[in-house]
């Protein structure tokens, strides 16, 4: 914890409780709390604080006025005697565009430097409300009974003893696939993430949790560790920060942040970024916690949601349903990241579950990689532009899309079937590979075409009914597969990840936009050979990807 640090605004509760509470601005470092909560959709006559009522606001806040579960968050503080409460709607000026902007960059410290964090784990609303009966303390969740086993004194008195039904265990409800409002909302994780310690009230009990242990109303010890791939721990983030900061970046860390993130939800498109910064810059500064370099110098690392040390990993995101009620993916309808990041989709993206030993080989060499921030407030924030120009293997390849679905595991480790299509990609050579578009698109080959099975059973040509037909011919929309990593885990064949290309609808002259990835491994039946970068229109070239 930083021992000068303040927030540049803070709610005073009101501790003697013979004063309403009161919105200050801080002139010392001092203990405070802060609150994470779910806002919901119904905001009419939700007091926050507006330009209008922010001098009324550094007078005094009545109690009665604030919604339910401020006004929880208040009562509680002044039950454990913590005088200052940091909470978003009323020590952020709503509708000054700049101040938004200022405080939502300082996210990082405000979380990191909280006595403790209250999560209203269960309250789907800002008016909802978290304190109270919570479940766990009903006389109607503990069932007794009578045994004569375990009288330490020996004598014949039964003894009473309670049962209850399958829970939940602390690591599956706040880390696992929980149905807590708070664990669907996108601020909400970082939030959680940056905490020294919380208190979360889930309507069932009381949890603490802090870096290095968990505790709750029920009893249960649960492993300090991940539950399941997309879902972070904060004990097991801080062993992979203190072990090896730089390993943050990987495939064990950063991915599985990236995963649990892009399957939650933000009110505001535009917040994708902003709303995870606070973790890119906890990154960046334990990363380079042993240099003198500023934030802005060391920021640059940081590219709209990747990392520019592992590039050819974090690359290789491809777009899932996964158990989402989220099961249209969708570009924003406005600009927020290039497209070779996951911020510019809406929806669950996921990355290949690559060993942690594997050997990774890149088959790029990047010259070039930046993003434009859109404020100057915040350097790991929102993006106005960003391009990658790099060096690789580069195929020109035709594309179809079929609602037929092929043999299981025939052609790709990664592919689209989840919506109800096949994609696949060929080069000259006409062999078909099974890919995965970031985004729905339109059928274009049906079983009734004359080259349907040429695409489908090329690999052996026999089965092939129209040869003459097969051709590989330019068509107006040009795809290309530019390979970018294999992965080597002996006695296991590698795993090669690819992107898939077109030329950029605003500059398809100089660029290229991603449209999606492919995977191949030999050891999905038939093991054939791949061969998608063999032949004379394989070449290496530089381009640039927007």
Not at 38 to 62: E, F, H, M, Y
Not at 351 to 358: D, N, V
Not at 445 to 468: A, F, G, S
Request: glycine content about 6%; charged content about 25%; overall charge negative.
């Amino acid at each position: 914890m930083d021992p000068v640090f303040k927030p540049r605004r803070l709610v005073d509760v009101g501790l003697d409780r013979t004063r309403e509470p009161v919105l200050l601005e801080p002139i010392e470092h001092c203990r405070y709390a802060a609150l994470s909560y779910c806002w919901g959709k119904d905001l009419v006559d939700v007091l926050t604080t507006r330009k209008q009522n922010l001098d009324s606001n550094l007078k005094a806040i009545p109690l009665s006025s604030m919604p339910r579960t401020i006004q929880d968050a208040v009562v509680f503080c002044r039950g454990v005697k913590i005088q200052y409460i940091w909470i978003d709607s009323l020590c952020i000026v709503q509708d000054d565009d700049e101040d938004w902007l200022a405080e939502s960059a300082r996210m990082c410290e405000i979380y990191s430097n909280s006595y403790f964090t209250i999560a209203a784990q269960n309250a789907p609303s800002c008016k909802s409300g978290f304190l109270g009966q919570q479940k766990y303390g009903e006389v109607s969740w503990q069932r007794p009974f009578w045994t004569e086993f375990g009288q330490r004194d020996g004598s014949e008195s039964l003894n009473k003893m309670y049962v209850r039904g399958p829970e939940p265990t602390v690591r599956m409800a706040l880390y696992g696939r929980s149905n807590f409002s708070l664990q669907g909302r996108g601020w909400t994780l970082q939030e959680n993430l940056l905490s020294t310690r919380i208190i979360h009230f889930t309507g069932n009990e009381m949890i603490w949790e802090c870096d290095n242990r968990d505790f709750c109303e029920c009893g249960h010890v649960d492993d300090l560790d991940y539950y399941e791939p997309g879902a972070m721990s904060k004990q097991a983030l801080k062993r992979w920060r203190e072990s090896s900061p730089q390993k943050f970046l990987g495939r064990n860390t950063w991915i599985k942040i990236t995963e649990d993130y892009s399957n939650r939800m933000l009110t505001q498109e535009r917040d994708k970024l902003v709303a995870i910064s606070g973790l890119a810059k906890r990154t960046v500064i334990d990363v380079n916690k042993d240099t003198s370099r500023s934030l802005e110098e060391v920021s640059g690392n940081y590219l709209a949601g990747l990392w520019r040390d592992d590039l050819p990993i974090n690359l290789l995101w491809h777009t899932d349903s996964g158990e989402s009620s989220i099961t249209s993916h969708k570009r924003p309808a406005k600009y927020r990241g290039p497209t070779w990041s996951w911020v510019s989709i809406d929806g669950p993206v996921r990355y290949s579950q690559i060993p942690a030993f594997a050997e990774e080989e890149s088959h790029l060499a990047i010259s070039e990689s930046r993003c434009s921030p859109a404020s100057p407030w915040n350097p790991l924030g929102p993006v106005t532009s960003g391009h990658l120009i790099l060096s690789g293997l580069l195929v020109p390849v035709q594309l179809a899309i079929t609602d037929e679905k092929p043999p299981v595991g025939y052609y790709g480790a990664i592919t689209t079937e989840w919506r109800g299509q096949a994609v696949f990609v060929r080069a000259r050579n006409l062999v078909p590979y099974q890919i995965s578009l970031d985004l729905p698109s339109v059928i274009n080959l049906k079983r009734e075409d004359p080259t349907y099975q040429c695409w489908i059973n090329r690999h052996e040509v026999e089965k092939c009914p129209h040869p003459t037909d097969c051709d590989f011919e330019e068509t107006e929309k040009v795809f290309y597969c530019l390979k970018v990593a294999s992965f080597y885990f002996p006695p296991r064949p590698p795993i090669i990840q690819y992107l898939v290309l077109t030329k950029s609808s605003t500059d398809p002259e100089q660029a290229y936009e991603r449209v999606g990835i492919g995977a191949w491994g030999k050891w999905w039946p038939p093991p054939l050979d791949f061969h998608l970068f063999d032949g004379a229109d394989v070449t290496t070239t530089t381009i640039k990807i927007i």
